[in-house]
């Protein structure tokens, strides 16, 4: 019930931020059923089917599965897929509860209700609950949960040894991180007796089967994609320090805002690229501030660390910050909300057994009161800014107005708003903003905001900056599907339709799902009247996103050339319904 309080304000949400990425605009996703065999077999980024410029191979078939299962069910409508999500999470935070109560059987139960209550409202969740990409957080989290279990009872039946395999390599085919859960929980358990014994070192065999079945099909799959795990400078400002001392100092302080997040959440934002953090030498104020809380957080768990629940917050953690830290592998981002998911209930677990301890004082029922109420008041004011991305994207560039990725972001909604509004004045604004981006690293040249640029340029009628833009582009990335995408679009008004279908080439030699390529490729055949080739070009743009109104409307002027009276209804209907 307490769940349900918390995040029902997120129920009629539309969708944002990633979402469009992993459902609205996802192939897989939009076939439905019809997907899942393909959903079996890419990466978790391959099913976009706009251009995107993702280059790590990621393989999470689970949730996107469940996605193409509520399309097939409810379509696009976002009301259905946010009540499952809330529901998913309430089943999460039970299987937690029960996890506690078969891993520590000798600690109060109004302590691991606690936990569990601490961790159900706490406010980093609000990104998890609000954002529906975040399933794969989610389910990551209530598989490994009850692995654990699993493999606690495992001496009940082999039943219950083979289970916990089995969710094992569910919870790794839903989110990687969710190994930090899962290898916690076995070393805690594993510890539970104080004489060492080498045959209880079968507890970790379920762990190595579920890496091994996980790694083969990912190294299989990889081996066909081509993709290499990149880290982006704009979202891990890590990269760009210097030398040692800004790079340690950069890495101390991010894993000091983690701290911060994770305790007191009194402000959160949807991006923590740069400039929002940027490098900071070791010397640095905020990094010394960082090291004083890693180093009081170390002493908190090492002097308690005898207490079992301690030592399980401790390890979530060491292991959790050890991965998603930056500090023994090069993870895509500096910090992200997202990421805590798994490690915020170390410090819930931390948080209930200091107030716990507490609990002969008189006051200590007014004191943990006033706690949950404040995490549970900032959950429910942060939901609402995930409504869609109007929302969400004006409201973090107040709180983050240097920050490169919000800056781009709102202005690129502005811009492209503006110009499918035909509002001059909307786009004038939007390009501020992204102008503003581009400024933040004025010795870079980001390929996706020159893009932007050249699209403002382009529907106000700025000739000059138009060319210089494009010429920047060039001299970057020739051969970038987006500065490609952008290249046809302008040969088209041209009408130079023989250049335009060679681009459209090139990009589909990059990107086979760009569904935008096939359709301006048979945009290009259709306005030359060569309509069968259209028609071909124009229903594979629609099988990659049949909620394209321009896709709709090219197939329907196409499907009149060709006098198909009923094929035209069909795509009326669907047009009407978009509009």
Not at 413 to 438: F, M, T
Request: proline share 3%.
């Amino acid at each position: 019930m307490l769940c349900f309080l918390a995040f029902s304000n997120t129920i009629f949400h539309d969708y944002a931020y990633d979402d469009y990425s992993f459902i609205v605009n996802n192939t897989f996703v939009q076939q439905g059923l019809d997907g899942i065999p393909d959903i079996l077999s890419s990466s978790y980024w391959d099913g976009n089917s706009r251009v995107h410029s993702v280059t790590y191979f990621s393989y999470r078939p689970i949730p996107a599965i469940t996605f193409a299962l509520e399309t097939s069910l409810f379509g696009n409508n976002p009301l259905p897929r946010h009540i499952v999500q809330i529901l998913i999470y309430i089943v999460t935070c039970i299987s937690l509860y029960i996890l506690l109560i078969y891993l520590f059987p000798k600690e109060k139960e109004t302590l691991l209700l606690l936990i569990t209550i601490i961790f159900c409202i706490h406010p980093l969740h609000s990104e998890i609950v609000s954002n529906l990409k975040n399933r794969d957080e989610l389910m990551g989290f209530l598989f490994a949960s009850w692995a654990v279990i699993f493999i606690i009872k495992r001496k009940e039946s082999v039943v219950f040894f083979l289970l916990s395999g089995i969710f094992i390599v569910f919870a790794f085919l839903s989110k990687e991180t969710s190994g930090i859960l899962i290898l916690a929980g076995i070393l805690t358990h594993f510890w539970n007796k104080k004489e060492f014994n080498f045959k209880r070192l079968i507890i970790f065999s379920p762990l190595l089967f579920g890496l091994c079945i996980y790694f083969f099909i990912r190294t299989y799959l990889n081996s066909f994609s081509g993709e290499q795990n990149v880290a982006m400078y704009i979202d891990n400002p890590i990269l760009l320090a210097e030398n040692f001392s800004e790079k340690a100092g950069t890495i101390i302080y991010c894993l000091g805002k983690m701290i911060q997040l994770s305790f007191f959440p009194y402000e959160m934002i949807y991006d923590y690229g740069y400039k929002i953090i940027e490098p900071l030498s070791i010397k640095h104020w905020k990094s010394i501030l960082s090291i004083f809380a890693i180093v009081l957080l170390t002493f908190i768990i090492n002097k308690f660390r005898k207490k079992r629940i301690v030592l399980f917050g401790g390890l979530i953690i060491g292991i959790g910050f050890g991965l998603i830290g930056n500090i023994f592998i090069e993870f895509p981002v500096a910090v992200a909300e997202r990421f805590l998911f798994i490690p915020s209930l170390g410090f819930c677990i931390l948080i209930a057994w200091i107030f716990f301890r507490t609990r002969k004082h008189p006051y200590w029922f007014i004191l943990i009161s006033v706690f949950v109420l404040f995490y549970f008041i900032r959950t429910t004011t942060r939901n609402p800014d995930w409504k869609n991305n109007e929302v969400l994207f004006s409201t973090d560039i107040l709180k983050s107005p240097e920050g490169l990725r919000t800056n781009f972001r709102y202005g690129q909604l502005l811009i492209q708003e503006g110009v499918r509004k035909n509002k001059i004045n909307q786009v004038r604004n939007g390009l501020k903003y992204v102008d503003k981006a581009n400024e933040v690293l004025p010795d870079k040249t980001i390929i996706e905001i020159y893009i932007q640029l050249i699209q403002a340029y382009k529907f106000l009628g700025a000739k000059k900056e138009l060319n210089e833009a494009i010429e920047i582009c060039l001299n970057t990335d020739e051969s970038n599907p987006q500065l490609l995408l952008s290249l046809i679009e302008m040969h088209l008004e041209q009408e130079n339709f023989k250049k335009a279908i060679e681009l459209c080439d090139l990009v589909l030699e990059q990107q086979k799902n760009s569904y935008q390529a096939y359709l301006y490729k048979g945009f290009a055949y259709g306005t030359q009247k060569k309509s069968k080739q259209a028609e071909q070009l124009l229903q594979k743009a629609y099988q990659l996103n049949p909620n394209s109104r321009d896709v709709n409307r090219y197939l329907i002027q196409v499907y009149k050339d060709l006098g198909k009276l009923d094929n035209i209804r069909q795509h009326e209907k669907i047009l009407q319904s978009l509009e």
